[in-house]
Nanobody, 127 residues
Framework: QLQLVESGGKLVQAGESLRLSCAAA????????IAWFRQAPGKKREGVSC????????DYADSVKGRFTVSRDNAKNTTYLDMKDLKPEDTAVYYC????????????????????WGQGTQVTVSS
């Protein structure tokens, strides 16, 4: 079984930067991709970014392209989401999720393609 723990969320001002971390423990060798999702109050969970663990392919939602960067340290089994120029509309609970069943060498930010989920970390951006 895989456990995912997110950290790094906090209250920041608009325009500031923040790094989120997703640490994985357990059967980490079976992970094919890690993705970040977010859910704001009253809204559906949406995909933010993903990275494939085998080839390093990445993908981003249009709303975060150019501002967010996903990266991974395989030695530490940790995935990062570097967020810059944060906006109030980025306020949400951010979740990381792992794909443990092979679905291809590229990743997607579709919720139904991910199998294990973390508990989330709150990011609040004030204007």
């Amino acid at each position: 079984q895989l456990q995912l723990v997110e950290s790094g969320g906090k209250l920041v001002q608009a325009g500031e930067s923040l790094r989120l971390s997703c640490a994985a423990a357990g059967f980490t060798s079976d992970v094919y991709a890690i993705a970040w999702f977010r859910q704001a109050p009253g809204k559906k969970r949406e995909g933010v970014s993903c990275i494939s663990t085998k080839r390093g392919n990445t993908d981003y939602a249009d709303s975060v392209k150019g501002r967010f960067t996903v990266s991974r340290d395989n030695a530490k089994n940790t995935t990062y989401l570097d967020m810059k120029d944060l906006k109030p509309e980025d306020t949400a609970v951010y979740y990381c999720a792992a794909q443990i069943f092979f679905r291809g060498y590229t990743c997607t930010i579709l919720t139904y393609e991910y199998d294990d989920w973390g508990q989330g970390t709150q990011v609040t951006v004030s204007s």
